[in-house]
């Protein structure tokens, strides 16, 4: 079982299953993959089925928290640079998807740099679908992330859903290979996790306010 500490209302994760080129991992809250019926995960699942109520409501939440823990970080805005993780089927990051448009916007309020057109790789099959980790780390092979330079000492990657690492260290050894002695930050909406692997994934932590923010987010679709 992969533990967390609490900080500023997320989930930081100093190490993930595959994440050793990471430094820590951050997410909002646990995506169950066998309770469907949590009212966090349900959220997940409809964001992740594109449901455009559910994307308002995770743009929102991540506007909302995101800012107080970079703030917690102490970090020198000038020394940042926010990247996004690709879709299976993209080359380069869409700016209009959901999670590349939402890392500029942050980049934006905390007065960072977006460089979401830095990470490029090639085309592979949706890993979700794939049920056995060696499968999907050979799927993931095809990827063969590239980056460019960025000019930072602190990329943050941002995704959607984190279960073990793979693509966020995918992602940060190609960041690392061309930004030797960088740091790489993992930002994610959720760690998906399974009850018969983790007996407690317990959503707890999250702090209520968040729950009326989402919920506000989602009310701007009503």
Not at 13 to 24: C, E, H, V
Not at 41 to 60: C, E, H, L, P, V
Not at 175 to 186: D, E, H, Q, S, T
Request: with cysteine; glycine share 6%; aromatic share 10%.
């Amino acid at each position: 079982m992969v533990t967390f500490n609490a900080k500023a209302g997320w989930m930081e994760f100093p190490r993930l299953s595959a994440g050793a080129d990471l430094a820590n991992t951050y997410t909002l809250a646990y995506k169950v993959t066998d309770d469907a019926t949590e009212k966090w995960t349900s959220r997940f699942i409809r964001f992740k089925g594109k449901d455009r109520k559910a994307y308002y409501g995770a743009a929102r939440l991540l506007y909302h928290a995101f800012p107080p823990l970079f703030e917690t970080m102490g970090l020198r805005n000038a020394s940042c640079a926010f990247i996004s993780a690709l879709s299976s089927s993209e080359t380069a990051a869409d700016p209009e998807r959901q999670i590349p448009y939402i890392t500029s916007q942050l980049a934006e309020t905390v007065g960072t740099r977006s460089a979401v057109s830095a990470l490029t790789k090639q085309p592979h099959n949706k890993i979700h679908l794939l049920y056995r980790s060696e499968q999907r780390d050979a799927e993931l092979g095809k990827a063969q992330y590239v980056c460019r330079p960025l000019n930072a000492s602190n990329v943050f990657v941002f995704d959607d859903f984190v279960t073990r690492g793979s693509t966020l260290c995918l992602i940060a050894r190609a960041v690392l290979a061309a930004n030797p002695g960088a740091r790489v930050f993992g930002v994610a909406l959720a760690k998906t996790e399974r009850i018969n692997w983790c007996p407690h994934p317990d959503n707890g932590h999250v702090p209520r306010d968040w729950d009326r923010v989402w919920q506000d987010g989602e009310n701007e679709l009503a």
